[in-house]
């Protein structure tokens, strides 16, 4: 073949230069490829090295400080750990599941439909890759500010691809987060999880073992999209020609994944697949280099055999190419037949491209010619590893040391809680969730505006999952090792506010440039926060994702550490939702409340003020607020239970009230105990804490066991009506705060479906500002 | 012996478990039929389930309509077969010419999924017989594709003739013409419907259980017969 760089070529001129750093490896790196190889790499495995050194593929600089998370006891439930593409945790009745969170930021600002799309297909594939068959998904999404013209741009593109991929596949999703913060403006945060059930006894793994085995690629054909993904989008910084980028996007065809899922389904239950690996960022290369070196085996591979796209593709294109809807089988040649006549049945395609060979050695072959000769452990484990400088952030001292806004006083609380309902951080998010099937597989039990997502797994018993996720980066930029720790908390406490057992961790690490000492910094506390964090609360860390280079022009996003945690129900008919459930039933307040507003929505939303420092974090306190919640569900004791964090009390009674049974609600009358002001009461967002109702019949019973487990219970009042009053301090009717509640997200993004276009609430606010009250 | 319901599985169904968990739970016997095969294995009744078969890259249902089970389907219709196609199904019987219109993208040009109030309009339909003329109920609607449209003409008779088993409530989810959720053959065993009647079977999943009523209309007229 002319033109195409093989390894004779190779060694026969060594001198030729090489473009390496255009594909973003370093001159120490490229000379260690030379070393491995003992000669200069060919054009093929130039672009291999490239993508698995690559920050996305190798981890090189978070490596050092995740190991702490392998550190962690796995506790019994654990059945795979770090390091497989998702960890797998025992639920019992011989059922285990999978799930993870990862990342597709930049590729969902280039490209906001495909590469939200994408993202799903991505973590989807590699919770199907665990041998589980996908059955929940969620999403975090940060945005930049709610009125920014970009931000309708990107939102309703992300939101879209979110919902037609899922919805496509089958997959309900149970909601996740929205934020907005002009942090995000230029690099908006799109993580997606996924949750995936299994037998126990049907995990798959990756390693490609057994000589003559045979390598079967299926799915999609490959093309061109998405070359240069994780090497040139996902491993450096956005500069201002962003969406220039747009060809490094890869273009999502759920269709196909879910035939893809079928068909793998099918194959797994057959006991046909030896080890299976998907394709995501980094494609062929990634796949067949981590089969073979988790195996420790050699392999060749045929490359020529590849179904392409454009024929006219080069090797190093193959290889790098991130086409999406593709995994790679390893079976055995009399298990060949089988799979192919599963494949068939599904309309996916499958091509066996090679074989599992004696030795050591991965080799590419194109028409008969060596064009790659590595060994695949030195793509795939022997990548650098960085130990990073680390620099506390200069102006943090200045920052944590700001002075806090001037409290109102009581009689603003009324108009204040109204602005707040309504501000972007927490208005309803039935614009983003309506887009969504949230009931497909007939299985969800909870889903926005719910705590955490609640999916059953089995129908006979009621066994079932909860599961959630969060982060606070304005949290964790004032403090990110306590920051860390408040996004495990809260989402520890969202699922044990369901009724569900927190038992595992997951998270999704987003921070800027891992070259700027000061965000290593913050990434270096924000682990060790996690790591301490999920000790204390003995939920260990299963997988995750790390995302650096979220930054726009060498300003770093605030450090956003999301956290996932899973939930453990033994009969998912006894969940407790947030909403009130009849009149006349006590509300109690569980937990402590200091005056915590560092940090703040209500800091933020009225005053775009960011300083002081986050609330203090106290673990032993969630772990006894999580066991009360939890016993409160099992004895059949509470009727509701709502967490409290963003917007703190007077949020969580809204959305309770709101979310009551019954088309209009149910209302509380609330006396706020005598000490702290009714502001600090109400807006303070000091962790630990939820708010329950119990019928007046469990309520000794309930406080009893909240006083013999040592958690601060306060009686604050009783459901009843349409209205919330709180006693001396405000009365406001549902309706209206349903209006202010509902009203901001369509007004921004176009009416919900039915609707007429609602007035635009934050274009009616007072001369003094829109959303900077104050 | 309890009557049997066939689910069809295309490529891309995905509604096909849950209909078939509805059907035992209205206490038939659900069977899964594969969309290659015209056998339809002598089932009492078929249900057509939501997804996305083919992906919808044509137009929703467009191709489904030609698998071989459809073959069958079609002709067993004609005969009196009890058919309800959900969602993705219903736009399927209206590609097979079973039933009139088309099912467009919906005006808000928007997936929507929301607890949706309905109208049980025709009670004169094997799969409607069971509710009482004009009862309301909650189901949930679920689509990116549910505007219904047909021509003047054909929803002036469609309403003249009883024809109309369902309509919306409250807001339009999807802009349909005259707030048409569901429809249903002149004969009355052939229904499409918009919301899913397959998610609001039980109180722990659903917003209630008012959709078993159409699997229990048809069980009880299959027992009947």
Same mark, same amino acid.
């Given at each position: 073949?002319?033109?195409?760089?093989?390894?004779?070529?190779?060694?026969?001129?060594?001198?030729?230069?090489?473009?390496?750093?255009?594909?973003?490896?370093?001159?120490?790196?490229?000379?260690?490829?030379?070393?491995?190889?003992?000669?200069?790499?060919?054009?093929?495995?130039?672009?291999?090295?490239?993508?698995?050194?690559?920050?996305?593929?190798?981890?090189?600089?978070?490596?050092?400080?995740?190991?702490?998370?392998?550190?962690?006891?796995?506790?019994?439930?654990?059945?795979?750990?770090?390091?497989?593409?998702?960890?797998?945790?025992?639920?019992?009745?011989?059922?285990?599941?999978?799930?993870?969170?990862?990342?597709?930021?930049?590729?969902?600002? @280039?490209?906001?439909?495909? %590469? *939200?799309? =994408? +993202?799903?297909? #991505? !973590?989807?594939?590699?919770?199907?890759?665990?041998? /589980?068959?996908?059955?929940?998904?969620?999403?975090?999404?940060?945005?930049?500010?709610?009125?920014?013209?970009?931000?309708?741009?990107?939102?309703?593109?992300?939101?879209?691809?979110?919902?037609?991929?899922?919805?496509?596949?089958?997959?309900?999703?149970?909601?996740?987060?929205?934020?907005?913060?002009?942090?995000?403006?230029?690099?908006?945060?799109?993580?997606?999880?996924?949750?995936?059930?299994?037998?126990?006894?049907?995990?798959?793994?990756?390693?490609?073992?057994?000589?003559?085995? @045979?390598?079967?690629?299926? %799915? *999609?054909? =490959? +093309?061109?999209? #998405? !070359?240069?993904?994780?090497?040139?989008?996902?491993? /450096?910084?956005?500069?201002?020609?962003?969406?220039?980028?747009?060809?490094?996007?890869?273009?999502?065809?759920?269709?196909?994944?879910?035939?893809?899922?079928?068909?793998?389904?099918?194959?797994?239950?057959?006991?046909?697949?030896?080890?299976?690996?998907?394709?995501?960022?980094?494609?062929?290369?990634?796949?067949?280099?981590?089969?073979?070196?988790?195996?420790?085996?050699?392999?060749?591979?045929?490359?020529?055999?590849?179904?392409?796209?454009?024929?006219?593709?080069?090797?190093?294109? @193959?290889?790098?190419?991130?086409?999406?809807?593709?995994?790679?089988?390893?079976?055995?040649?009399?298990?060949?037949?089988?799979?192919?006549?599963?494949?068939?049945?599904?309309?996916?395609?499958?091509?066996?491209?090679?074989?599992?060979?004696?030795?050591?050695?991965?080799?590419?072959?194109?028409?008969?010619?060596?064009?790659?000769?590595?060994?695949?452990?030195?793509?795939?484990?022997?990548?650098?590893?960085?130990?990073?400088?680390?620099?506390?952030?200069?102006?943090?001292?200045?920052?944590?040391?700001?002075?806090?806004?001037?409290?109102?006083?009581?009689?603003?609380?009324?108009?204040?809680?109204?602005?707040?309902?309504?501000?972007?951080?927490?208005?309803?998010?039935?614009?983003?969730?309506?887009?969504?099937?949230?009931?497909?597989?007939?299985?969800?039990?909870?889903?926005?505006?719910?705590?955490?997502?609640?999916?059953?797994?089995?129908?006979?018993?009621?066994?079932?999952?909860?599961?959630?996720?969060?982060?606070?980066?304005?949290?964790?930029?004032?403090?990110?090792?306590?920051?860390?720790?408040?996004?495990?908390?809260?989402?520890?406490?969202?699922?044990?506010?369901?009724?569900?057992?927190?038992?595992?961790?997951?998270?999704?690490?987003?921070?800027?440039?891992?070259?700027?000492?000061?965000?290593?910094?913050?990434?270096?506390?924000?682990?060790?926060?996690?790591?301490?964090?999920?000790?204390?609360?003995?939920?260990?860390?299963?997988?995750?994702?790390?995302?650096?280079?979220?930054?726009?022009?060498?300003?770093?996003?605030?450090?956003?550490?999301?956290?996932?945690?899973?939930?453990?129900?033994?009969?998912?008919?006894?969940?407790?939702?947030?909403?009130?459930?009849?009149?006349?039933?006590?509300?109690?307040?569980?937990?402590?409340?200091?005056?915590?507003?560092?940090?703040?929505?209500?800091?933020?939303?009225?005053?775009?003020?960011?300083?002081?420092?986050?609330?203090?974090?106290?673990?032993?306190?969630?772990?006894?607020?999580?066991?009360?919640?939890?016993?409160?569900?099992?004895?059949?004791?509470?009727?509701?239970?709502?967490?409290?964090?963003?917007?703190?009390?007077?949020?969580?009674?809204?959305?309770?009230?709101?979310?009551?049974?019954?088309?209009?609600?149910?209302?509380?009358?609330?006396?706020?105990?005598?000490?702290?002001?009714?502001?600090?009461?109400?807006?303070?967002?000091?962790?630990?804490?939820?708010?329950?109702?119990?019928?007046?019949?469990?309520?000794?019973?309930?406080?009893?066991?909240?006083?013999?487990?040592?958690?601060?219970?306060?009686?604050?009042?009783?459901?009843?009506?349409?209205?919330?009053?709180?006693?001396?301090?405000?009365?406001?009717?549902?309706?209206?705060?349903?209006?202010?509640?509902?009203?901001?997200?369509?007004?921004?993004?176009?009416?919900?479906?039915?609707?007429?276009?609602?007035?635009?609430?934050?274009?009616?606010?007072?001369?003094?500002?829109?959303?900077?009250?104050? | 012996?309890?009557?049997?319901?066939?689910?069809?599985?295309?490529?891309?169904?995905?509604?096909?478990?849950?209909?078939?968990?509805?059907?035992?739970?209205?206490?038939?016997?659900?069977?899964?039929?594969?969309?290659?095969?015209?056998?339809?294995?002598?089932?009492?009744?078929?249900?057509?389930?939501?997804?996305?078969?083919?992906?919808?890259?044509?137009?929703?249902?467009?191709?489904?309509?030609?698998?071989?089970?459809?073959?069958?389907?079609?002709?067993?219709?004609?005969?009196?077969?009890?058919?309800?196609?959900?969602?993705?199904?219903?736009?399927?019987?209206?590609?097979?010419?079973?039933?009139?219109?088309?099912?467009?993208?919906?005006?808000?040009?928007?997936?929507?999924?929301?607890?949706?109030?309905?109208?049980?309009?025709?009670?004169?339909?094997?799969?409607?017989?069971?509710?009482?003329?004009?009862?309301?109920?909650?189901?949930?609607?679920?689509?990116?594709?549910?505007?219904?449209?047909?021509?003047?003409?054909?929803?002036?008779?469609?309403?003249?003739?009883?024809?109309?088993?369902?309509?919306?409530?409250?807001?339009?989810?999807?802009?349909?013409?005259?707030?048409?959720?569901?429809?249903?053959?002149?004969?009355?065993?052939?229904?499409?419907?918009?919301?899913?009647?397959?998610?609001?079977?039980?109180?722990?999943?659903?917003?209630?259980?008012?959709?078993?009523?159409?699997?229990?209309?048809?069980?009880?007229?299959?027992?009947?017969?």
């Amino acid at each position: 073949m002319t033109g195409v760089d093989t390894v004779t070529d190779a060694a026969a001129t060594p001198d030729l230069a090489q473009p390496y750093a255009e594909l973003g490896l370093a001159d120490d790196e490229y000379a260690a490829i030379r070393e491995v190889l003992g000669r200069r790499p060919t054009r093929s495995e130039l672009a291999m090295y490239s993508i698995m050194w690559s920050e996305h593929c190798s981890y090189k600089s978070s490596k050092v400080h995740l190991r702490q998370f392998g550190d962690l006891p796995r506790g019994e439930r654990v059945l795979v750990g770090m390091g497989e593409n998702a960890g797998v945790v025992d639920v019992g009745e011989g059922l285990a599941v999978t799930f993870k969170v990862e990342s597709h930021n930049h590729p969902s600002y @280039v490209e906001p439909y495909q %590469g *939200a799309a =994408t +993202g799903v297909g #991505g !973590i989807v594939r590699d919770i199907l890759t665990m041998g /589980a068959r996908p059955v929940l998904v969620m999403d975090s999404l940060r945005f930049g500010d709610a009125d920014h013209p970009d931000t309708a741009r990107v939102l309703p593109g992300v939101v879209a691809g979110v919902g037609g991929y899922g919805n496509c596949l089958g997959l309900p999703n149970t909601g996740g987060e929205v934020v907005f913060d002009p942090t995000y403006q230029g690099n908006p945060l799109v993580n997606a999880l996924c949750l995936g059930v299994l037998p126990r006894d049907r995990i798959q793994l990756s390693a490609a073992r057994g000589v003559g085995n @045979v390598v079967v690629l299926l %799915g *999609a054909k =490959t +093309g061109r999209d #998405g !070359i240069g993904g994780v090497s040139v989008l996902a491993s /450096a910084t956005f500069d201002e020609d962003g969406p220039a980028r747009r060809p490094s996007v890869q273009v999502g065809d759920p269709f196909t994944e879910k035939l893809l899922i079928e068909a793998c389904l099918e194959m797994y239950d057959a006991r046909l697949v030896e080890g299976i690996q998907d394709l995501g960022g980094a494609g062929l290369t990634c796949a067949l280099t981590e089969t073979a070196a988790a195996g420790r085996s050699g392999m060749r591979a045929h490359l020529d055999r590849v179904p392409l796209r454009e024929a006219s593709m080069e090797p190093h294109e @193959v290889l790098a190419s991130e086409s999406q809807e593709r995994m790679l089988a390893i079976v055995t040649p009399s298990n060949l037949p089988a799979v192919l006549a599963i494949a068939r049945k599904w309309g996916v395609l499958a091509t066996a491209i090679g074989e599992v060979v004696e030795g050591d050695r991965l080799q590419v072959l194109w028409h008969g010619e060596p064009v790659v000769d590595v060994p695949p452990g030195s793509l795939a484990d022997d990548g650098p590893v960085y130990e990073r400088p680390l620099a506390r952030p200069a102006d943090l001292d200045a920052l944590r040391a700001a002075p806090a806004p001037a409290h109102p006083s009581t009689g603003e609380l009324s108009d204040l809680l109204l602005r707040m309902v309504a501000s972007p951080n927490l208005c309803s998010r039935r614009w983003v969730v309506e887009q969504y099937d949230r009931i497909v597989l007939g299985d969800t039990v909870l889903a926005w505006p719910e705590d955490a997502g609640v999916v059953r797994l089995s129908e006979s018993t009621g066994l079932g999952v909860a599961l959630a996720t969060d982060g606070n980066g304005r949290y964790a930029r004032l403090d990110p090792y306590a920051g860390a720790q408040l996004a495990l908390a809260e989402a520890h406490r969202n699922v044990a506010a369901t009724g569900a057992v927190p038992v595992a961790v997951t998270n999704c690490l987003n921070f800027g440039s891992p070259q700027d000492p000061e965000v290593m910094w913050q990434f270096a506390e924000a682990t060790r926060g996690l790591a301490d964090g999920c000790r204390a609360l003995a939920t260990p860390v299963t997988g995750g994702n790390v995302s650096f280079y979220n930054s726009t022009a060498d300003v770093a996003i605030n450090p956003t550490p999301v956290v996932g945690v899973l939930g453990l129900f033994d009969d998912v008919a006894r969940r407790t939702p947030i909403g009130f459930q009849a009149p006349g039933e006590s509300v109690l307040l569980l937990g402590e409340t200091r005056e915590e507003l560092g940090g703040s929505e209500w800091a933020w939303a009225e005053h775009r003020h960011l300083g002081g420092v986050p609330p203090v974090v106290d673990l032993d306190r969630e772990r006894v607020l999580a066991q009360v919640l939890v016993a409160g569900s099992r004895d059949g004791m509470l009727s509701s239970a709502h967490d409290l964090s963003d917007g703190g009390l007077a949020q969580a009674l809204v959305e309770s009230a709101l979310g009551g049974r019954g088309s209009r609600g149910i209302g509380a009358r609330i006396v706020l105990p005598a000490g702290l002001s009714p502001f600090v009461q109400l807006f303070s967002e000091s962790a630990g804490r939820a708010v329950v109702t119990v019928p007046r019949s469990e309520e000794l019973r309930f406080t009893e066991m909240c006083d013999a487990r040592g958690l601060p219970c306060t009686r604050i009042g009783v459901t009843d009506g349409v209205s919330l009053d709180v006693q001396d301090v405000l009365l406001l009717e549902l309706e209206d705060l349903r209006d202010a509640f509902e009203a901001t997200l369509p007004a921004l993004f176009g009416p919900l479906a039915g609707d007429t276009a609602p007035a635009n609430p934050l274009a009616t606010a007072p001369a003094t500002g829109g959303l900077h009250h104050g | 012996m309890a009557a049997r319901i066939g689910v069809v599985t295309f490529p891309g169904s995905l509604d096909d478990r849950d209909a078939a968990r509805a059907v035992r739970l209205a206490g038939g016997e659900a069977v899964a039929l594969w969309h290659a095969d015209a056998e339809l294995h002598g089932v009492d009744a078929v249900v057509l389930p939501g997804g996305f078969s083919y992906g919808d890259y044509l137009r929703a249902g467009a191709i489904a309509r030609f698998a071989p089970a459809m073959t069958s389907v079609l002709e067993q219709a004609g005969r009196g077969l009890p058919v309800l196609g959900i969602c993705n199904g219903f736009q399927v019987l209206c590609e097979a010419g079973l039933l009139p219109g088309a099912l467009t993208r919906n005006a808000s040009l928007h997936f929507v999924n929301r607890d949706q109030r309905l109208r049980i309009d025709s009670t004169d339909s094997v799969w409607t017989s069971g509710f009482a003329p004009g009862q309301e109920l909650v189901v949930p609607v679920k689509n990116g594709e549910g505007n219904y449209v047909a021509s003047a003409e054909v929803l002036d008779e469609l309403e003249a003739q009883d024809r109309v088993v369902a309509r919306y409530l409250g807001a339009n989810p999807n802009g349909s013409a005259r707030d048409i959720a569901g429809i249903r053959n002149a004969a009355g065993n052939v229904v499409g419907i918009m919301p899913h009647p397959e998610h609001a079977v039980e109180h722990l999943t659903g917003p209630g259980t008012d959709g078993l009523g159409f699997f229990t209309s048809v069980l009880s007229r299959l027992v009947a017969a």
